[in-house]
């Protein structure tokens, strides 16, 4: 019989051993050393009944199929664009993939410009990391004022909380318009003094991500901030 | 004349104080800090990120990049001279060879890890101090790692092995010195760097390969404490 060699939900480090014994499985960011399952980052060890693997605090983005993110537009090719995603690698969007029909001989600055931001879909990414993106779909758009920020990838999860319930809390409390990507950029886009309660409340929740009770805290924070009081609809 | 008793009073087995964090630098995707006795070691993690120049990527696997550096006012006495000379390009090589063993470099083609190594104040051992928290840094910025490395040098003064020497007994004058930095890999006790200044018995360096394991066993868990403490829960 197998043996638990840590707690769930602590955090662990590379090559520490999680477990004895052939009945647990190995899963995401551990691996197999003969008996024994050992850690292959930094994280937190999640077991999930005989699965056990173990969730990254930190690192950069990887690229993942259908994953929607924040891009900027660094350069323009005659087929399209490429895209900065704040990853080691950057991705392509074809002018086959832009919203609408777009003509041959098109100028593409007219549709986004170097520097512009956009909303965009993961739709490929091959074993060499080339990333293919795209404009097809609800909510793919080029972001039109408002102000960009970088938060941990990692944390983009509890930015927009359980079925969303974090990230329409301070859309709520703020009037602001926000958009996380998975790639952990967030655009904010309101009034100058709400956009900057944002900012504040979602560095907050990068810093407080792995303690728990952060909807609460988060909470109460945005109420000193913008002096009003929140209602939270329960999500099931 | 044999050598009794150490320079600074500890025992032969003994290392100096050692203290480590992680996560010193801010703009860096993962740094950490050693100090163990009066050398002190940052290292600051970037990536994986786009490699230049291009020639140098390999679609297959990711690059390990090291960079040593004493800084200027580092040294007893003379000023150093900043920047990669002879020794120090020696020094990044051994470092990259002693860390990539442990580090998934497959796990991102065509990209680099950048590590920088600085060292603001010398007292021997800096090699050893440098992949300690160059470790400590792969780990905090997320880099899939299948275990970590500690270093530590393990000297004969005289007719007397130790373990850590620092510069007054690497200067060690009424005898012969021999200085052998060894780095290990936790958990499976690989050695990942073994050089030797000075002369050796066979039987003396088995013992001083065992001394290693065991003071590298120490300083590992050092190592893990302190990425462990960057996500502790704070209380209140």
């Not at chain 2, 590590?115 to 101090?129: K, N, S």
Request: glycine share 8%; net charge positive.
């Amino acid at each position: 019989m197998g043996k638990l060699l840590v707690e769930d939900k602590t955090i662990v480090t590379p090559g520490e051993e999680l477990a004895e014994g052939m009945d647990f499985l190995p899963a995401e960011g551990t691996f197999r050393d003969k008996d024994k399952i050992i850690s292959s980052g930094l994280g937190l060890v999640n077991i999930n009944g005989r699965v056990i693997k173990t969730i990254p605090v930190a690192g950069r983005y990887a690229p993942k199929k259908g994953d929607v993110i924040i891009a900027k537009v660094t350069n323009i090719l005659m087929s399209g664009w490429i895209l900065d995603i704040d990853s080691a690698y950057s991705a392509v969007l074809s002018v086959k993939e832009a919203k609408d029909f777009i003509r041959r001989d098109a100028d593409l600055t007219k549709y986004y410009n170097i520097g512009d931001y956009i909303v965009t879909d993961v739709v490929m990414v091959t074993s060499q990391r080339l990333v293919d993106a795209s404009m097809k779909g609800p909510g793919m758009r080029k972001l039109i004022g408002g102000r960009i920020i970088k938060v941990n990838t990692h944390k983009v999860p509890r930015i927009i909380g359980k079925k969303g319930s974090m990230v329409s809390m301070i859309k709520n409390a703020t009037g602001c318009n926000i958009l996380v990507g998975q790639n952990g950029l967030v655009w904010i886009n309101g009034s100058p003094e709400n956009e900057i309660i944002v900012v504040k409340t979602i560095k907050k929740i990068e810093q407080e991500a792995h303690i728990g009770g952060l909807t609460d805290r988060i909470k109460t924070f945005l109420e000193k901030e913008t002096n009003k009081k929140i209602n939270i609809e329960k999500v099931e | 004349m044999s050598y009794t008793k150490r320079n600074d009073g500890r025992k032969f087995d003994e290392t100096r104080a050692i203290e480590a964090k992680a996560g010193v630098i801010k703009r860096a995707d993962g740094s950490a800090y050693f100090k163990i006795g009066k050398t002190v070691a940052y290292a600051a993690v970037y990536g994986p990120r786009e490699i230049h120049p291009k020639f140098l990527q390999n679609p297959k696997n990711g690059k390990l990049r090291c960079f040593y550096n004493m800084m200027p006012f580092s040294s007893i006495g003379e000023r150093v001279r900043p920047g990669a000379n002879r020794r120090a390009k020696e020094i990044a090589m051994v470092t990259e060879k002693a860390l990539l063993p442990v580090v998934d470099i497959s796990k991102s083609p065509n990209s680099v890890i950048d590590v920088f190594i600085e060292l603001p104040q010398t007292d021997a051992g800096t090699r050893c101090a440098g992949i300690c928290a160059a470790s400590m840094a792969l780990a905090d910025a997320g880099i899939s790692m299948n275990g970590m490395v500690a270093a530590v040098s393990i000297g004969r003064v005289d007719d007397k092995l130790v373990v850590d020497l620092d510069y007054s007994e690497e200067s060690y004058e009424d005898g012969t010195v021999a200085d052998i930095p060894i780095a290990v890999v936790s958990r499976t006790e690989e050695i990942s760097l073994l050089q030797m200044d000075g002369e050796l018995s066979r039987d003396d360096l088995k013992k001083a390969i065992e001394m290693a394991k065991k003071a590298c066993s120490k300083i590992d868990k050092i190592q893990r404490d302190a990425l462990k403490k960057k996500y502790e829960v704070k209380n209140g």
